[in-house]
């Protein structure tokens, strides 16, 4: 039996992959706002901090999985969410429990889009969330933008998943020499509430 987490695992794909591992008999702790076995906001460094804290404290012992797929869309109206959520919350999360991971040689799966190859991000975006890595910075830019445009949200929506595959393969060979896998999965167009 595996040790396994998802964020996001109340709906779509997450709920799928949760629904999966328990029926393969592994120990799965769903990670939401809404309905998780671990109940908390990704968007926000407390929510964050609160879930890494609560993974260390349920596996004392190391994690063999972390799947990443909480997110939202373009469509949420809400650009700031887009950032902290979609990116952030999901490179922070992976970040504060590599140890967990590493523990046990474990694996983290990191759910972007394919709508990366469609040309629609912000390289800028992209590059501040990639070398900047400065939250507060870039909500600051994103502030004074068109949240009603679902074009703008769509470059930011794929400016974050973007940003995720670059930062997979940035840390990929490092996890790798220490005993842990991450890989990103660009799905494309999934039925689900999103």
């Known amino acids: 039996m595996g040790i396994y987490a998802v964020t996001g695992g109340s709906s779509g794909i997450g709920a799928k992959t949760v629904e999966y591992l328990r029926a393969q008999g592994h120990l799965v702790y769903n990670i939401d706002v809404n309905h998780g076995d671990i109940t908390a906001n990704l968007a926000t460094d407390e929510g964050r901090q609160a879930v890494i804290d609560r993974l260390h404290a349920l596996c004392t012992e190391g994690m063999d999985g972390l799947v990443c797929c909480a997110g939202v869309s373009n469509s949420c109206g809400n650009l700031k969410l887009i950032i902290s959520l979609n990116y952030f919350g999901t490179m922070r999360l992976a970040e504060g429990v590599f140890d967990l991971l590493k523990m046990r040689r474990g694996a983290c799966v990191v759910v972007t ?3 990366i190859s469609q ?22 830019l994103v502030s004074s933008m068109d949240s009603t445009n679902l074009s703008v949200g769509n470059s930011l929506y794929v400016s974050t998943k973007y940003a995720l595959a670059r930062w ?8 790798a020499a220490n005993g842990v896998r991450i890989n990103a999965v660009a799905p494309g167009n999934v039925h689900t509430a999103m």
């Open 168 to 175: 997979v393969r940035r840390v990929s060979a490092t996890w």
């Open 113 to 115: 889009s394919n709508t």
């Open 119 to 140: 040309g629609a991000g912000r390289k800028d975006i992209v590059d501040l969330l990639n070398n900047i890595g400065d939250e507060k910075r870039v909500l600051s």
